[in-house]
């Protein structure tokens, strides 16, 4: 990767990472609390979605956030000692990034109503744009393919794991105060 992609692609990358995710966290329990059985009613077959995702209280929600930061720090950190494949790695979190946020943005469209982290998802839309073109221009388009799908089922398998430390640890934190 080149100076000038670092400087205005990578190391803004944790920074929009830690604006998103702090919209979803000050928000996303709340909300979850005071929508949930309005969704419920209207989509019933992703019932199952929205329990598990109403018992993320706002403390297992940061672990989670945490943990997925941490990635995004060391895979910035490998890309600054320009380490093998680091650019394909750094576009795979990239495209995976840029995806969630497509997501938030069809969700609020389905759900015809706000969600959390659509604020900004549109806000982050022009420095998505310019690093999904960026990537256009380093890869052939079956090799942006490839890594992109890669790094949306990384996310998928992250976010699943980063949920359930949360999860535990928040009820370890449970535990340790019964015997204090």
């Known amino acids: 990767m080149s100076a000038l992609s670092i400087l205005y692609l990578v190391l803004p990358f944790p920074l929009a990472f830690i604006l998103h995710d702090a919209?979803?966290?000050?928000?996303?329990?709340?909300?979850?609390?005071?929508?949930?059985?309005?969704?419920?009613?209207?989509f019933p077959k992703i019932k199952p979605l929205f329990k598990y995702l109403s018992s993320l209280d706002t403390r297992?929600?940061?672990?989670?956030?945490m943990e997925e930061f941490v990635i995004l720090i060391l895979c910035?950190?490998?890309?600054?000692?320009?380490?093998?494949?680091?650019?394909?790695?750094?576009?795979?979190l990239f495209i995976a990034f840029s995806f969630h946020q497509i997501v938030h943005i069809m969700q609020a469209i389905i759900l015809r109503s706000y969600v959390p982290g659509l604020i900004t998802s549109v806000l982050l839309i022009p420095y998505t744009y310019l690093g999904i073109q960026s990537i256009w221009y380093a890869m052939s388009g079956v090799e942006l393919l490839l890594w992109g799908i890669a790094g949306i089922i990384f996310m998928a398998i992250n976010l699943i794991f980063a949920?359930?430390?949360?999860?535990?640890?928040?009820?370890?934190?449970?535990?340790?105060?019964?015997f204090y």
Do not use: N, P
């Not at 297992?60 to 956030?65: D, E, K, L, Q, R």
């Not at 910035?76 to 795979?92: F, H, K, N, P, R």
């Not at 949920?163 to 019964?178: C, N, Q, V, Y």
């Open 23 to 42: 919209e979803e966290v000050i928000v996303q329990h709340r909300w979850m609390l005071s929508h949930r059985y309005i969704f419920e009613d209207r």
């Open 60 to 65: 297992s929600f940061v672990i989670a956030a």
């Open 163 to 178: 949920h359930w430390i949360g999860k535990e640890i928040r009820s370890l934190k449970a535990l340790t105060l019964l």
């Open 76 to 92: 910035t950190c490998y890309v600054l000692i320009q380490g093998d494949y680091c650019m394909e790695i750094w576009s795979a």
